[in-house]
Each structure stands twice: as C-alpha cells, then as structure tokens.
C-alpha cells in the first residue's frame, strides 16, 4: 500500500509538471506572436495657423505681394563644414508663402514655379497674364540655436530630466518694388522645447528631435506675419499702385 502512494504522488507530481510546461509554452508562443505583431497607428495634427486667418480683414481687396529672398543671417549651419545649401532659408520661405496667404489680407504672387506655369498655359493654346505685385516682401532668420539643458536629483541616482530647446528670430521687410524703399519692418521670436524626465530608471529618454527646428521656425514666422498684418490694417503699409 505505502508503495502505491508514492507511485500516485510521483504521478501526480509529473502531471503538475506538464501542465506547467504546458502553460509556460503557451506564455512564451504569445509572447513571440505578439513581438512578431506590426501596429500601425495614424492621426492628423491640424496645422497651426497665424491668428490674423480669424479675423475679418477691414479692407476689402486683397493687397498683391511677391516673395523675394529669404536668407539664414543666423550662425546655425554655417560652419566651415556646411555643404552651402541654404536649407533653412528655403524652408522659412515655405513657411512664410503660407502664412501670408492665410493671413486673408495678401495674394500671394508665386515666382518659383514661373516657368512650369508658362509651360502649363502653352498646353491651354493660351497666354499668360502675370499680375505685378505691389509689395515684394523679403525676410531672413537673424537667429537660430539650439541647447539642451539638463538636471540631476542626488547626483542622478533618484533621477534626471534634459530639455531639448530651439529658438528663432526673423524680420520681414516690406518693400516697395517701384522705388527699392523699405516701407516697413517687422520680426518675430518663438521658442519650442521638448523635456523629459527620468526617476529611478523610470520615464522618457528621447533623442535629438530635429522636428523642434520647423516648429520654432513657424512659431517665429507666424508671429512676424501677425505683425505685419497689425501694420497693413492700421494703414501703416504703404502700397504702390
């Protein structure tokens, strides 16, 4: 008898063993579907837009403006290893053509695609009728930096945080394309970051994010036009005609 109970306890013990086998082989093949598994996630992000796109413009036609140079005055990627290509100007004036036309008190005279746009009208059997501007507006990004800042509680033990942070300024000016004057002048500055924190090996580490130089950029630009926009509806801006 006393041998048949420790034949039953063996057996009983053996077939706890395979059911936890069982259950481990089951946790660990989950495991592997989903590290195996692809997510895909999406949602749109609404631009941001100058706050004169709000409100109603006083006069009732639009005043015509083209876009002239706009140049990287600042030190940020001017070095002695920059390849000369000028990508932060090119994008401010992306930005720029944008917000000025949203703005509701400009119409905005598109130079760039001068060409593809006579090619276009050639394929109608017509001719084009090229309006002249009477502002030429020009601006540049008199500065630019990027830092990061960081602190440490207990010498980092109970944790740290970093704070990546871009800031920007630029002018427009506003000239008169009759007579080379500077009618008006306006700038802008914004300032973007992005921190994260870490406690006891817990939290956010993020890398550089490159992102923060378009979004200051707009934030500077947005704020210049909204100036300039202040200027137009006090009567400030002189318009040839």
Same mark, same amino acid.
């Given at each position: ?28 093949? $989950?495991?592997?579907?989903? @590290? ?5 996630? $999406? ?7 100058? @706050?004169?796109?709000?409100?109603? @413009?006083? %006069? ?5 403006? @083209? ?14 290893? $920059? ?17 000025? %036309?949203?703005? =509701?008190? &400009? ?19 017509? $001719? ?14 008199? +500065? &630019? ?27 427009? =000016? ?21 921190? +994260?924190? +870490? ?23 947005? %704020? ?18």
């Amino acid at each position: 008898m006393g041998q048949t109970r420790l034949c039953d306890t063996s057996r009983t013990y053996s077939g706890e063993i395979m059911n936890l086998t069982k259950i481990a082989l089951v946790f660990v093949a $989950s495991i592997a579907a989903a @590290a195996c598994s692809t997510t895909e996630q $999406s949602r749109a992000i609404e631009a941001p837009k100058v @706050a004169a796109a709000s409100t109603t @413009a006083p %006069q009732t036609v639009r005043v015509p403006v @083209a876009l002239g140079r706009f140049d990287n005055r600042s030190n940020f990627a001017r070095g002695v290893f $920059s390849d000369g290509i000028d990508r932060l100007g090119g994008q401010s004036r992306t930005i720029l053509l944008s917000h000025l %036309q949203q703005s =509701n008190r &400009f119409n905005v005279l598109d130079r760039d695609n001068f060409e593809e746009g006579r090619q276009e009208a050639q394929l109608r059997g017509t $001719s084009q009728a090229i309006r002249g501007a009477d502002l030429l507006v020009t601006g540049a990004v008199s +500065e &630019f930096g990027r830092k990061e800042v960081g602190d440490r509680a207990l010498f980092g033990i109970l944790g740290r945080g970093k704070s990546q942070v871009a800031y920007a300024k630029v002018t427009l =000016n506003v000239i008169n394309p009759l007579t080379s004057e500077v009618v008006y002048s306006v700038a802008g500055a914004g300032e973007y970051s992005l921190s +994260e924190r +870490e406690v006891l090996g817990f939290g956010s580490n993020a890398g550089y994010d490159a992102t923060l130089n378009g979004k200051v950029l707009d934030l500077a630009i947005r %704020q210049a036009v909204d100036n300039l926009v202040v200027g137009v509806d006090r009567g400030l801006v002189k318009v040839s005609r």
